[in-house]
């Protein structure tokens, strides 16, 4: 059996700056931050609380996303499927300056363990790109994906009525990871087992329940 051959010194050089600017810079995003101009979001201390708790989830959840891509981009051999993750990892970084507003908005603060999800992140990113091939690598994104969005789907339902902000942030978020899940399954995702994605599913309970609090 053959081993993939090795990143090269760019590539390693190139995601070990991705991971530096992640989680010790502020991001800037390339689209603007969805807003409700019209509504106004004025919440209670203990809604603002709740709302931050959330955000800084969701906010793991991008340095994550980040780290996912970054290490699918470094270990395939399509050019192609490098250009789409990258392209996957751009949306992804306006999702990151987004939530990152917001937690400043709320008086909020970032998870004190970026460094760990992301590293977490990448070494599964790697792995399932490694062993598995870019099919295998692409339905991992497509299970990632659709997590992703039904969590958010749970975020719309438990925020504060009025955080009409936080709210529109979290609808283009979903409907940008929708897309991500149907662009990977239209490049050739394979359906990955159910013992996989119910890994998935307990790996990210954990991840969510502990940055909700730290």
Known sequence: MKLPSPPSVDQICQAADVALRTI??????S??????????????AAEKAHAGALMRVNHV?????????????????????RRHFEHAAAEETDH????????????????????????????????????????WSLGFVVETENQVAAHLQSHLDSLPANDHASKAIVVQ???DEELHSRQAQQAGALDLPAPVKTLMTMAAKVMTTVAHRI
Not at 24 to 29: D, K, L, M, V, Y
Not at 31 to 44: F, K, M, Y
């Open 24 to 29: 010790f810079t502020r991001p800037h995003a």
């Open 31 to 44: 689209r603007s931050c969805p807003t409700v101009p019209e509504q106004q979001s004025e919440l209670t």
């Open 61 to 81: 959840g991008e340095v994550c996303a980040q780290a996912l891509y970054t290490a699918q981009a470094m270990v395939t051999k399509s050019p192609a499927l």
């Open 96 to 135: 990151l300056a987004w939530t990152r507003q917001r937690l400043d908005e709320l008086d909020a603060r970032p998870s004190v363990l970026n460094p760990l999800w992301y590293a977490g992140a990448f070494g599964l990113g790697a792995l399932a790109g490694q062993l598995g091939g870019d099919r």
């Open 173 to 175: 978020m979903k409907d």
